[in-house]
Nanobody, 119 residues
Framework: QVQLVESGGDLVQPGGSLRLSCAATGSIFSSAHMAWYRQAPGKQRELVAAITSGGSTSYADSVKGRFTCSRDNAKNTVYLQMDTLKPEDTAVYYC?????????????WGQGTQVTVSS
């Protein structure tokens, strides 16, 4: 069983920065593909950023150049550095893990952390 716990969400002014963290339990974190999703009120959950077990990253067009996803396997933690925040970044941010299992991947979700960008 894997548990994901997000932290770092807050109220921030437009143009500000936040760093989200997602701490995972379990010893297989280093082999997991990790991702950040977000869901704004009335909208579908969308993929924001992803990082493979090898450290390759990808980003949604809406956050490219502003968000940076990284991981620290020694701490079983994945991060999302968010800079130049905009009101449209307001959402609940969720951590997702895809854990290798039986030839495929088992998905896990965190509980979410609220990010509000407002003056």
């Amino acid at each position: 069983q894997v548990q994901l716990v997000e932290s770092g969400g807050d109220l921030v002014q437009p143009g500000g920065s936040l760093r989200l963290s997602c701490a995972a339990t379990g010893s297989i974190f280093s082999s997991a593909h990790m991702a950040w999703y977000r869901q704004a009120p009335g909208k579908q959950r969308e993929l924001v950023a992803a990082i493979t077990s090898g450290g390759s990253t990808s980003y949604a067009d809406s956050v490219k150049g502003r968000f940076t996803c990284s991981r620290d396997n020694a701490k079983n933690t994945v991060y999302l550095q968010m800079d130049t925040l905009k009101p449209e970044d307001t959402a609940v941010y969720y951590c997702h893990a895809a854990i290798p299992w039986s030839g495929g991947y088992q998905p896990y979700w965190g509980q979410g952390t609220q990010v509000t960008v407002s003056s």
